[in-house]
């Protein structure tokens, strides 16, 4: 069964980076977009950042914008996401996940597979 795998969250300070990585088993997720979201405590789950299966084509939350960057290894099967400039109001549980489709999506509900979650705890 396919699954995704995140992995690279912890404890920043204000300012600081963090590298995310989501590792794919039991399948392949080459023709598949991938995302990243992210849910903080009492909040719903929001997009951040999405890349096309080619990856050549990217989109961004406007909060992250010019801080995080989503990149992919399609022969590693695994999508990044690099953090830098990092803000308290970044913490949250980071989720990558897949969707096969036509356009790229920032809807939760569209998306088909989904990560454990990672968690990211930016201080001030």
Known sequence: ????VDSGGGLV???GSLRLSCAVSGRT???YDRG???QAPGKEREFVAAI???GDSTYYADSVKGRFTISR???KNTVY????????EDTAVYYCAARRGVVM???VNEYDYWGQGTQVTVSS
């Open 105 to 107: 999506s920032t809807v």
């Open 1 to 4: 069964q396919a699954q995704l």
């Open 81 to 88: 996401l690099q953090m830098n400039s990092l803000k308290p």
């Open 36 to 38: 990243w979201f992210r």
């Open 29 to 31: 997720f080459g023709r």
């Open 52 to 54: 096309n299966w080619r």
């Open 73 to 75: 290894d399609n022969a």
């Open 13 to 15: 300070q204000a300012g």
